[in-house]
T-cell receptor
Framework: EAQVTQNPRYLITVTGKKLTVTCSQNMNHEYMSWYRQDPGLGLRQIYYSMNVEVTDKGDVPEGYKVSRKEKRNFPLILESPSPNQTSLYFC??????????????FGDGTRLSIL | GDSVTQMEGPVTLSEEAFLTINCTYTATGYPSLFWYVQYPGEGLQLLLKATKADDKGSNKGFEATYRKETTSFHLEKGSVQVSDSAVYFCALSLSSGSARQLTFGSGTQLTVLP
């Protein structure tokens, strides 16, 4: 089954404690992306990757890091989380960066609470 | 910059009522337009899309027409069901070479009462 898998689904942690949210897709997609969803703001892009070893900032990259060492995986790293990063996070993928008509496939989301 | 504006929610309807969720956009190029739906506890799923002016996207009884003259892509359904309760997002994707594929609206929460 084609899917985007995120882990964990829920996490409560404390300020400053490094955490990683994993994302994996099994569709051989080139393009992957991270979004955060906040009430009234819709989804805002954090980082994206057009292919292995190619990543770039989205609209709200501050406080986040990503890596793309393998095509299927695109982890989101919070080196020193702060309470304003409490949010619902989604990973997404699509076949090719330039294929604008193709929809993105989304994971089920990770709800992070930073105390 | 590119942006998408959706009607504010929440929207509450009775079963079998007619639904319209307004969406307008601003874009520097010629975008493709999408509606995504998010059911409780799940990620976003593509509901329908339209890739050029006057195209109509349709799926599961929902429809939206790409109106270039009014820069709009309103979502409609003639008779909603309880199972349509979800958050609906309008989004655009540009073919201008930008690598940031999707710009989303803020979402509209729909609740359908039996």
């Amino acid at each position: 089954e084609a899917q985007v898998t995120q882990n964990p689904r829920y996490l409560i942690t404390v300020t400053g404690k490094k955490l990683t949210v994993t994302c994996s897709q099994n569709m051989n997609h080139e393009y992957m992306s991270w979004y955060r969803q906040d009430p009234g703001l819709g989804l805002r892009q954090i980082y994206y990757s057009m292919n292995v070893e190619v990543t770039d900032k989205g609209d709200v990259p501050e406080g986040y890091k990503v890596s793309r060492k393998e095509k299927r995986n695109f982890p989101l790293i919070l080196e020193s989380p702060s309470p304003n990063q409490t949010s619902l996070y989604f990973c997404a993928s699509s076949p090719r960066q330039g294929d604008w008509n193709q929809p993105q496939h989304f994971g089920d989301g990770t709800r992070l609470s930073i105390l | 910059g590119d942006s998408v504006t959706q009607m504010e929610g929440p929207v509450t309807l009775s079963e079998e009522a007619f639904l319209t969720i307004n969406c307008t956009y601003t874009a520097t190029g010629y975008p493709s337009l999408f509606w995504y739906v998010q059911y409780p506890g799940e990620g976003l799923q593509l509901l329908l899309k339209a890739t050029k002016a006057d195209d109509k996207g349709s799926n599961k009884g929902f429809e939206a027409t790409y109106r270039k003259e009014t820069t709009s892509f309103h979502l409609e359904k003639g008779s909603v069901q309880v199972s349509d309760s979800a958050v609906y997002f309008c989004a655009l994707s540009l073919s201008s070479g930008s690598a940031r594929q999707l710009t989303f609206g803020s979402g509209t929460q729909l609740t359908v009462l039996p």
